[in-house]
């Protein structure tokens, strides 16, 4: 991370997390083949319906971080959810965890709108994912809400 990136309790600060979420997740979808520009052309998007997140531990200046995003829930009409956690590399210390929930958005009339056709096919859950995220301890599902670790 930069220095500017870093708050005035020498943290990481919020927004810059909900930025690197946001990054990370136009990366995610430009490999299933739904980049910027694709949306664009097609005049839909996905847009945050919701957001939830845990900060776990605060990151600090040059700490290095993993980034990673899973499409945990997709209708295929019209809403899909990704997770989001960001760990820190040289302990595997958990630092942030999120859910983002989204909808497809018609860009012309700034509705909502059913998924175009590169986007039901796009946008599935890996059904290990999806496996994966149902074996998750309750605990670890339910950010946003107070829990013991």
Same mark, same amino acid.
């Given at each position: 991370?930069?220095?500017?990136?870093?708050?005035?309790?020498?943290?990481?600060?919020? #927004?810059?997390?909900?930025?690197?979420?946001?990054?990370? $997740?136009?990366?995610?979808?430009?490999?299933? *083949?739904?980049?910027?520009?694709?949306?664009?052309?097609?005049?839909?998007?996905? $847009?945050?319906?919701?957001?939830?997140?845990?900060?776990?531990?605060?990151?600090?200046?040059?700490?290095?971080?993993?980034?990673?995003?899973?499409?945990? $829930?997709?209708?295929?009409?019209?809403?899909?959810?990704?997770?989001?956690?960001?760990? *820190?590399?040289?302990? *595997?210390?958990?630092?942030?965890?999120?859910?983002?929930?989204?909808?497809?958005?018609?860009?012309?009339?700034?509705?909502?709108?059913?998924?175009?056709?590169?986007?039901?096919?796009?946008?599935?859950?890996?059904?290990?994912? $999806?496996? #994966?995220? #149902?074996?998750?301890?309750?605990?670890?599902?339910?950010?946003?809400?107070?829990?013991?670790?």
């Amino acid at each position: 991370m930069k220095s500017d990136e870093i708050d005035e309790y020498d943290h990481v600060n919020n #927004a810059v997390y909900l930025r690197w979420l946001d990054g990370i $997740a136009w990366s995610h979808s430009a490999k299933l *083949g739904l980049s910027l520009e694709h949306c664009l052309a097609l005049r839909r998007g996905m $847009a945050v319906r919701h957001t939830r997140v845990d900060y776990l531990k605060a990151a600090e200046l040059d700490e290095d971080l993993l980034l990673g995003t899973w499409l945990v $829930a997709c209708d295929g009409q019209l809403r899909c959810t990704r997770r989001f956690e960001i760990l *820190g590399v040289a302990g *595997g210390s958990r630092v942030l965890e999120a859910e983002i929930d989204y909808f497809c958005l018609n860009l012309e009339t700034g509705r909502p709108s059913r998924f175009p056709r590169e986007f039901s096919e796009r946008y599935e859950v890996i059904p290990e994912v $999806a496996a #994966a995220y #149902a074996n998750l301890p309750h605990s670890y599902r339910q950010i946003g809400s107070p829990r013991a670790r």
